[in-house]
């Protein structure tokens, strides 16, 4: 499960938002620096630097006068986006953070660490030359961002489509260029999801845009869009042909660059051998409850006997949207009756398959609009379907996923208080920096702090979402399946990466799955896929790190507070700030520099 909000933040980096530079603006920068100064060079930083070479990104936040261009991934035009990323780290360097009120002085730290993200990104782990996923997903999302959204006329949009799609060939003979021995479990990855990609131009684009009226633009469009069907075919032959046999390049990141990115993106500078541990701790307290609650369920089977039975216990495939969808009316009575969280509209979120190009690597999604989309408001919340191609076994296994406790805290995370609601109060966001750069650490810790954090204040009991006993302890037995899931990522994150903890300094992927499948409690295909993530999401061990943190932090709330302590008012503070890393949102609340952990 994982979240869509702002996900231009890691695709585009990673596909590299590149176009000419224009001119910057003068500084104007005052004397005596404050916070006018710093908000006025981050409008320069997104307005020359992050929007104009990431223009999908642009579109996907609601700023459409993006949305003609495309990326230039070509090498020189990288060169040029790391030049203005090393101006604009200079820049924000020269800010002293002292002169700025506590809230900006975040603001600029966020900031400098996303520059200083992008430039590790771009200079050190180089996707550019190693994934051709970027290439394919990247041209894909940029379709899929102008069409998901009627934010304008089906002609206005698909105007833009065609101006985007006239670009598209270029990319693929840029990927050709710019690929230098990529992993090969990368370039697999990426033909694993080019059929998506080709069935996606070829029908679900065009399908998107039968209200279109205008003959001409009709006719650009069929052309410039089996252009891009063509340029798809091409690559995945070339993919096939020439680069997957030489595809053996390394996909692990080293223990110095994991730890300057965790630094960078979640503001965490733990040790990893201390991080390792405190992974194995939760994964063990974790197996500790689910044999506790699986022995309440039926003593006279073992904990993955009951996990075996868990997993039969789900919709048909063709029931499965629905399934989520009726599961949101008891979530937000029980978040309004027992004073969770304040939720700012009476709006649900809109459900639907996947996106093909996302498939591959997730099971469910949230797709809200931007922060400044202020014409098609709607969210999305993304599931993905068995493909028509699998096996009855394949289809088991990906719909043991979906079991009826993981069922309840997928709803949790993804929509009711997860991330629908997080999105729903963005308009009460301190700064644009707050809305638009975020750490995962707080969107998917929050999204999945909540899971355990409804079920322990009351709700999948008999009448609030379960129908009796038995079913409640397999709610949470479900909720404890998905925290293993996320403890199974903390562990293989940093073993894949870095080889930390393993014989030899070397941990497989075989291992990696294994590993899910024994130590996370999931199948084999479940392990997979996350294997696959965890390759190129590198630090997504931001689930379980991001839960312990804002636990902590409530925690130490509650110790301060003592009886004054409200967890709504705890919920409706962290969610003020925004999509804070959560050391920043502690000193904001805490008003102390105290260990997130």
């Known amino acids: 499960m994982t979240s869509r909000i702002f ?113 590790l990104t771009l200079e050190v782990i180089r996707p550019w030359e190693k994934n051709p996923d970027n290439y394919s997903t990247g041209i894909t999302a940029s379709a899929f961002v102008i069409m998901e959204r009627p934010y304008a006329s089906a002609d206005t949009r698909l105007k833009s489509l065609i101006a985007r799609e006239n670009q598209m060939p270029q990319v693929l003979l840029e990927a050709r260029k710019n690929l230098k021995n990529p992993p090969h479990i990368y370039t697999e990855i990426a033909l694993e999801q080019l059929d998506g990609d080709i069935s996606f131009f070829q029908n679900d684009v065009p399908s998107a845009f039968t209200d279109a009226t205008d003959p001409d633009t009709k006719a650009a469009f069929a052309k410039s869009n089996a252009a891009v069907i063509e340029a798809l075919k091409s690559y995945e032959a070339w993919l096939k042909s020439d680069l997957l046999p030489r595809s053996n390049g390394d996909f692990k990141f080293g223990a110095d660059t994991f730890a300057k990115k965790l630094s960078y993106d979640e503001m965490v500078d733990i040790p990893l051998d201390h991080l390792l541990e405190i992974a194995y701790a939760d994964l063990h307290k974790n197996q500790a409850e689910f044999a506790r609650v699986a022995k309440e369920v039926d003593p006279t089977k073992t904990p993955q006997q009951v996990l075996a039975e868990l997993a039969t216990i789900h919709p048909a495939p063709d029931k499965l949207l629905s399934t989520f969808n009726d599961t949101f009316s008891s979530l ?9 969280i304040t939720i700012p509209s009476k709006v649900e979120p809109t459900l639907e398959e996947t996106p093909p190009f996302e498939r591959a690597t997730t099971s469910a999604s949230m797709d809200p609009p931007g922060p400044f989309e202020t014409h098609s408001t709607k969210a999305y919340f993304n599931v993905t379907l068995p493909e028509k191609t699998w096996t009855p076994e394949h289809i088991a296994e990906h719909m043991s996923e979906f079991n009826v406790g993981t069922i309840i805290s997928t709803s949790v995370h993804e929509a009711y208080p997860g991330h629908y609601i997080q999105f729903l109060w963005t308009p009460q966001f301190p700064s644009t920096i707050r809305k638009v750069l975020g750490a995962s650490t707080n969107i998917e810790g929050w999204a999945h702090y909540t899971e355990q954090m409804m079920l322990d204040q009351g709700y999948g009991q008999p009448g609030t979402g379960a129908q009796n006993e038995r079913e409640a302890k397999l709610i949470r037995l479900g909720q404890i399946q998905d925290a293993l899931l996320r403890d199974a990522r903390f562990v293989n994150s940093i073993k894949l990466h870095t080889g930390l903890g393993t014989p030899g300094g070397q941990w497989t992927i075989d291992q990696a799955v294994n590993f899910f499948v024994t130590d996370g409690y999931q199948s084999h295909s479940v392990g997979l896929v996350e294997t696959k993530r965890g390759t190129a999401d590198a630090t997504y061990l931001y689930y379980t790190l991001g839960k312990l943190q804002i636990m902590k932090l409530r925690a130490d709330m509650m110790k301060k507070q003592g009886t004054a302590f409200n967890l709504q008012d705890f919920h409706d503070n962290f969610m003020r700030q925004g999509f804070a890393p959560i050391k920043i949102v502690r000193k904001a609340m805490l008003h102390d520099d105290s260990p997130v952990l």
Do not use: C, W
Not at 8 to 14: D, G, Q
Not at 100 to 114: E, M, T, W
């Open 332 to 340: 937000i009575d029980f978040i309004n009756t027992h004073h969770i």
């Open 7 to 119: 996900a231009s933040k890691a695709l585009f980096v990673a596909a590299l938002a590149l176009l000419p530079m224009r001119p910057a603006h003068a500084q104007h920068l005052s004397a005596d620096g404050g916070g006018q100064t710093f908000n006025y060079l981050a409008d320069q930083y997104f307005s020359d630097v992050y929007f104009h070479f990431g223009p999908t990104a642009g579109t996907s936040a609601g700023l459409h006068q993006y949305d003609d261009k495309l990326e230039d991934y070509s090498a020189a035009n990288i060169q040029k986006q790391i030049a203005a990323l090393h101006t604009y780290e200079k820049k924000v360097e020269a800010i002293d953070p002292s002169a700025l009120d506590a809230s900006v002085a975040g603001d600029r730290a966020i900031l400098l660490n996303n520059i200083r993200s992008t430039l």
